[in-house]
């Protein structure tokens, strides 16, 4: 039976890629996945195949995966981040379900704890990963999520937060929070993670609402315990000091 890999390659494909992920890729002759991840992977892997197509076509990606590990070629398709994260693993599976091809998994690390190492230690307690894109999810659905955790006093990370048919969703995401959160609830921005142009930021929730993002930027948004220590974003995992 023939293995097809599905990998996280963290934030940077290099830095931030576990050895386990990166010990596949070096055995593997050909790497799929979206543009702008194969090509950040072709700098450390230059003698690989490759095949990316842009975004929304990751269904014609996977099974032209599928198609070539059935021909014994040894394949990889990579994700940023962790693959089970809003990224390739599900499809992948669902896409060979029927076939003889075995479904491999190797573990990245998914942008919200990137983000919570650069901004301080954010994710010490119960945590909520909310993406606001709506292209698989509905809106509605998303904004209930929102609420629900902003009620329950979650942790919230924030996923691709605005693009350009997205602009006001992250200020109708904090609007939602202000409802059962104080407007001076810590907040932290990460964009570009783990790349030479990196930029973090530490706000209150109010300041958030007015902030502009892209789909590179990860948004940390505090519970009601989480503070400032040193200029670095905290939250209590509960110990008594």
Not at 95 to 115: K, M, N, R, W
Request: glycine share 4%; aromatic share 8%; hydrophobic share 40%.
């Amino acid at each position: 039976m023939n293995t097809l890999y599905i990998i996280g390659i963290g934030a940077e494909a290099q830095t931030t890629m576990t050895t386990e992920a990166t010990s596949i890729l070096q055995k593997c002759d050909l790497i799929v996945g979206y543009t702008v991840y194969t090509d950040l992977v072709k700098k450390y892997f230059p003698q690989k195949q490759y095949y990316s197509s842009a975004m929304t076509q990751e269904k014609q990606r996977v099974l032209y995966a599928i198609e070539q590990c059935q021909k014994d070629i040894k394949t990889a398709i990579i994700s940023s981040g962790d693959s089970s994260v809003y990224g390739m693993a599900s499809l992948a599976y669902e896409l060979a379900e029927h076939t003889d091809i075995d479904i491999q998994v190797i573990a990245g690390v998914t942008a919200c704890l990137s983000a919570s190492a650069v901004l301080g230690a954010v994710l010490s307690n119960d945590f909520a990963v909310i993406s606001l894109s709506d292209l698989m999810t509905p809106w509605e659905q998303i904004q209930k999520r929102i609420a629900l955790s902003a009620q329950g006093d979650f942790l919230i990370c924030l996923y691709n937060p605005s693009s350009k048919k997205r602009k006001h969703y992250l200020k109708y995401a904090c609007d939602i929070i202000l409802q059962y959160q104080s407007e001076n609830t810590i907040c932290g921005i990460v964009k570009n993670i783990a790349r030479e142009s990196q930029q973090s930021r530490i706000m209150t929730l109010k300041e958030l609402r007015e902030t502009e993002t892209d789909m590179f930027t990860t948004i940390l948004i505090g519970n009601s315990k989480t503070k400032l220590i040193k200029g670095k974003m905290i939250t209590p995992r509960g110990y008594s000091i």
